[in-house]
C-alpha cells in the first residue's frame, strides 16, 4: 500500500520512536518539582523547547506545548484578541485558512466582534497588497497560513507580515503544513503547528508568542508553559516530536527537491493520462510534496475507493466525500472545479516508483468511475455539441422552482429552451446531465440546470470553463438555485 496522505497525518518518524521509547523511563514525573525526577523530566522538557524554538525560529521562553495544531491556534487566537481587545474587535483572515481558524473567527464573531475574509485567485494565493489594504485601525489580530493544506499553495508571509508590522497588528501564521521544510520567513507575532505533520506523536502542538505581543490567556489561571497551556506536559510525547522535527529539518533540502521533481511528474503526467482534468494550486510557490487535481464527471468518494483498492491513500476536498453537500471552502474560494478532487501529499522517502504506478492505475480508476456514472465521452460531446438540431420544447418548471427561476425575472427576459431538474442528485450528476443535453439547443439558447447540490455552484462554471460554454449566472429557487449556460458552438 503507497501512503500518498501525508498533509494529513505521517507516520512516526524513527527519531521520534526512539526518543519516545526513552523519555517513557526519564520523563515520567513533575518537572515544576525540585526532586532529582523532577529536575531529570525539566532537563528532558527544556531541551525539547530549545529544539523546537529553534526550528521554528524564535526564543525557547517565547514558544510553549499545547495538546495539539488545533489548541494551538483557538489559544493563540483567543490569546492575542483578547490581549487587544482595547485596540478593537476586527478580525482579519484569509479565506482559505484550516478549519480550525475559521471555527475560531466564527466564535469571535459571536461573541460581538468582527470577522473579514480576504479572497484568494484561482491558484489559492492571497494577494499581499489587498490584504495589506484591509488592514484597519482596530485590526486586533490578523491570521495568514504559511503553505495551504488542500492545494499546497505557499502565501506571502513576508509582505503581509511587513505590512501588518508597520500597522501594530499582530500576524499569527498556522505553520503546520511548511514547518517541516523550513523555518517561515518574515516578521510574524504568533506561530502554530502540530507534530503529527512532520512524524512526532498526536497530541503535540506548538505555539510560539513574541516577545512584546499583547497576550492574555483565556481560561482558568495556569502556571505551566507560562500560563498558555495548561496542564501537565506529555513530556515523552513532547521530546519525542521536538526531536523528530529536528531530524525532518536536517534531511528537508534534499527530500524537497527530490519530491518536487515527483510531484512534477504528477502535475505533467495527470493531464495527459486523464482527459478533463484540472490540476489546482499554485504551480511554483508550492510546498514541495503536495498536488491536488479535480477530475470531471467523477465522485470523489468513489474515486478515493477505488484508488484505495489499487493501493493508494489519497484525500479530498470533494463534498461528495464527507455528509455535507458544501464543497471545501478552499476550492470554493478559488472557485476552481471540486468534483473528482484528489489531493497527493507524498511522504518523505516516496519511492519513484511508486508514483509512476499510480500514474498508471489512475487513468482506469477515472473511467471506471466515469462510467458508472453515465459521463459522456468525449467524442460523444463533440457529437452532440457540434449536431444541427432543432430548438428544444421549453420544459416546463421543474417541482420546486420559483416561479422565476426557470426562466423570466420579469417581463421580457429571457426564458431558457430547456430545463435540466437535477434536484436531490448530487454533483457530479447535475453536471453530466448537463453535458448530455447542451447539443439539443442551437447555439445562443439557454439551459437552466435546478440543483440542490451547494458543488453545483462551482462546477457548473468550471465546466463552462473547460467546455467554452458560457455561464450565464444562477438565479433563486424554492429548493437549491438555477443555474443558466449559454451554449456556445
Same mark, same amino acid.
Given at each position: 500500500?503507497? @501512503?500518498? $496522505?501525508?498533509?494529513?497525518?505521517?507516520?512516526?518518524?524513527?527519531?521520534?520512536?526512539?526518543?519516545?521509547?526513552?523519555?517513557?523511563?526519564?520523563?515520567?514525573?513533575?518537572?515544576?518539582?525540585?526532586? *532529582?525526577?523532577?529536575?531529570?523530566?525539566?532537563?528532558?522538557?527544556?531541551?525539547?523547547?530549545?529544539?523546537?524554538?529553534?526550528?521554528?525560529?524564535?526564543?525557547? $521562553?517565547?514558544?510553549?506545548?499545547?495538546?495539539?495544531? =488545533?489548541? &494551538?491556534?483557538?489559544?493563540?487566537?483567543?490569546?492575542?484578541?483578547?490581549?487587544?481587545?482595547?485596540?478593537?474587535?476586527?478580525?482579519?483572515?484569509?479565506?482559505?485558512?484550516?478549519?480550525?481558524?475559521?471555527?475560531?473567527?466564527?466564535?469571535?464573531?459571536?461573541?460581538?466582534?468582527?470577522?473579514?475574509?480576504?479572497?484568494?485567485?484561482?491558484?489559492?494565493?492571497? $494577494?499581499?497588497?489587498? @490584504?495589506?489594504?484591509?488592514?484597519?485601525?482596530?485590526?486586533?489580530?490578523?491570521?495568514?497560513?504559511?503553505?495551504?493544506?488542500?492545494?499546497?499553495?505557499?502565501?506571502?508571509?513576508?509582505? /503581509?507580515? %511587513?505590512?501588518?508590522?508597520?500597522?501594530?497588528?499582530?500576524?499569527?501564521?498556522? &505553520?503546520?503544513?511548511?514547518?517541516?521544510?523550513?523555518?517561515?520567513?518574515?516578521?510574524?507575532?504568533?506561530?502554530?503547528?502540530?507534530?503529527?505533520?512532520?512524524?512526532?506523536?498526536?497530541?503535540?502542538?506548538?505555539?510560539?508568542?513574541?516577545?512584546?505581543?499583547?497576550?492574555?490567556?483565556?481560561?482558568?489561571?495556569?502556571?505551566?508553559?507560562?500560563?498558555?497551556?495548561?496542564?501537565?506536559?506529555?513530556?515523552?510525547?513532547?521530546?519525542?516530536?521536538?526531536?523528530?522535527?529536528?531530524? #525532518? *529539518?536536517?534531511?528537508?533540502?534534499?527530500?524537497?527537491?527530490?519530491?518536487?521533481?515527483?510531484?512534477?511528474?504528477?502535475?505533467?503526467?495527470?493531464?495527459?493520462? #486523464?482527459?478533463?482534468?484540472?490540476?489546482?494550486?499554485?504551480?511554483?510557490?508550492?510546498?514541495?510534496?503536495? /498536488?491536488?487535481?479535480?477530475?470531471?464527471?467523477?465522485?470523489?468518494?468513489?474515486?478515493?475507493?477505488?484508488? $484505495?483498492?489499487?493501493?493508494?491513500?489519497?484525500?479530498?476536498?470533494?463534498?461528495?466525500?464527507?455528509?455535507?453537500?458544501?464543497?471545501?471552502?478552499?476550492?470554493?474560494?478559488?472557485?476552481?472545479?471540486? %468534483?473528482?478532487?484528489?489531493?497527493?501529499?507524498?511522504?518523505?522517502?516516496?519511492?519513484?516508483?511508486?508514483?509512476?504506478?499510480?500514474?498508471?492505475?489512475?487513468?482506469?480508476?477515472?473511467?471506471?468511475?466515469?462510467?458508472?456514472?453515465?459521463?459522456?465521452?468525449?467524442?460523444?460531446?463533440?457529437?452532440?455539441?457540434?449536431?444541427?438540431?432543432?430548438?428544444?420544447?421549453?420544459?416546463?418548471?421543474?417541482?420546486?422552482?420559483?416561479?422565476?427561476?426557470?426562466?423570466?425575472?420579469?417581463?421580457?427576459?429571457?426564458?431558457?429552451?430547456? =430545463?435540466?431538474?437535477?434536484?436531490?442528485?448530487?454533483?457530479?450528476?447535475?453536471?453530466?446531465?448537463?453535458?448530455?443535453?447542451?447539443? %439539443?439547443?442551437?447555439?445562443?439558447?439557454?439551459?437552466?440546470?435546478?440543483?440542490?447540490?451547494?458543488?453545483?455552484?462551482?462546477?457548473?462554471?468550471?465546466?463552462?470553463?473547460?467546455?467554452?460554454?458560457?455561464?450565464?449566472?444562477?438565479?433563486?429557487?424554492?429548493?437549491?438555485?438555477?443555474?443558466?449556460?449559454?451554449?456556445?458552438?
Amino acid at each position: 500500500m503507497a @501512503y500518498f $496522505d501525508s498533509a494529513s497525518s505521517v507516520p512516526l518518524h524513527p527519531v521520534a520512536r526512539q526518543a519516545l521509547l526513552a523519555a517513557l523511563d526519564e520523563g515520567w514525573a513533575d518537572p515544576a518539582r525540585l526532586h *532529582r525526577e523532577g529536575r531529570r523530566a525539566r532537563m528532558l522538557l527544556d531541551a525539547a523547547r530549545e529544539t523546537a524554538a529553534e526550528a521554528a525560529g524564535c526564543r525557547p $521562553d517565547e514558544l510553549v506545548f499545547t495538546s495539539s495544531g =488545533t489548541r &494551538a491556534v483557538y489559544d493563540g487566537m483567543a490569546g492575542a484578541l483578547a490581549g487587544r481587545r482595547r485596540v478593537g474587535r476586527h478580525l482579519l483572515v484569509s479565506a482559505v485558512e484550516h478549519s480550525c481558524v475559521l471555527q475560531s473567527a466564527a466564535a469571535h464573531a459571536a461573541d460581538g466582534g468582527t470577522v473579514e475574509e480576504v479572497g484568494v485567485d484561482r491558484t489559492g494565493r492571497v $494577494d499581499a497588497g489587498r @490584504y495589506a489594504g484591509a488592514l484597519r485601525a482596530d485590526t486586533a489580530l490578523a491570521c495568514l497560513q504559511s503553505a495551504n493544506h488542500e492545494v499546497g499553495t505557499e502565501q506571502p508571509v513576508a509582505e /503581509v507580515a %511587513e505590512a501588518c508590522r508597520d500597522a501594530g497588528v499582530p500576524l499569527l501564521v498556522d &505553520a503546520a503544513q511548511s514547518l517541516a521544510w523550513g523555518p517561515v520567513d518574515g516578521g510574524w507575532s504568533l506561530l502554530t503547528a502540530s507534530a503529527h505533520k512532520w512524524g512526532g506523536p498526536p497530541g503535540v502542538g506548538l505555539l510560539a508568542v513574541r516577545k512584546g505581543v499583547r497576550f492574555a490567556p483565556r481560561g482558568p489561571a495556569d502556571e505551566r508553559e507560562s500560563g498558555r497551556a495548561a496542564g501537565f506536559p506529555n513530556i515523552p510525547a513532547v521530546l519525542a516530536a521536538a526531536a523528530s522535527l529536528r531530524a #525532518v *529539518r536536517q534531511e528537508a533540502e534534499g527530500e524537497a527537491a527530490r519530491l518536487r521533481a515527483l510531484v512534477d511528474r504528477i502535475r505533467a503526467r495527470v493531464p495527459e493520462l #486523464v482527459p478533463d482534468v484540472e490540476v489546482v494550486g499554485d504551480p511554483v510557490r508550492r510546498l514541495p510534496h503536495l /498536488v491536488t487535481f479535480s477530475c470531471l464527471y467523477v465522485d470523489g468518494e468513489a474515486l478515493l475507493h477505488g484508488l $484505495d483498492r489499487r493501493g493508494f491513500s489519497v484525500s479530498s476536498g470533494s463534498s461528495c466525500t464527507a455528509s455535507t453537500l458544501v464543497p471545501s471552502h478552499v476550492l470554493r474560494a478559488m472557485g476552481v472545479l471540486s %468534483e473528482g478532487n484528489v489531493r497527493v501529499s507524498l511522504p518523505a522517502g516516496t519511492a519513484a516508483e511508486d508514483v509512476e504506478r499510480f500514474l498508471a492505475v489512475l487513468p482506469e480508476t477515472v473511467g471506471e468511475v466515469r462510467g458508472r456514472l453515465g459521463a459522456p465521452l468525449p467524442e460523444e460531446e463533440a457529437a452532440g455539441a457540434g449536431a444541427e438540431r432543432a430548438p428544444a420544447e421549453r420544459a416546463e418548471p421543474a417541482e420546486g422552482a420559483a416561479p422565476e427561476a426557470a426562466g423570466a425575472e420579469g417581463p421580457g427576459a429571457e426564458e431558457p429552451a430547456l =430545463t435540466v431538474d437535477a434536484l436531490g442528485r448530487r454533483c457530479p450528476v447535475p453536471v453530466i446531465e448537463l453535458a448530455k443535453v447542451i447539443g %439539443e439547443v442551437p447555439d445562443g439558447a439557454l439551459v437552466a440546470v435546478l440543483a440542490d447540490d451547494e458543488a453545483a455552484r462551482l462546477d457548473i462554471p468550471a465546466w463552462c470553463a473547460m467546455r467554452d460554454q458560457e455561464y450565464a449566472g444562477e438565479r433563486p429557487a424554492e429548493r437549491g438555485a438555477v443555474y443558466l449556460v449559454r451554449r456556445r458552438a
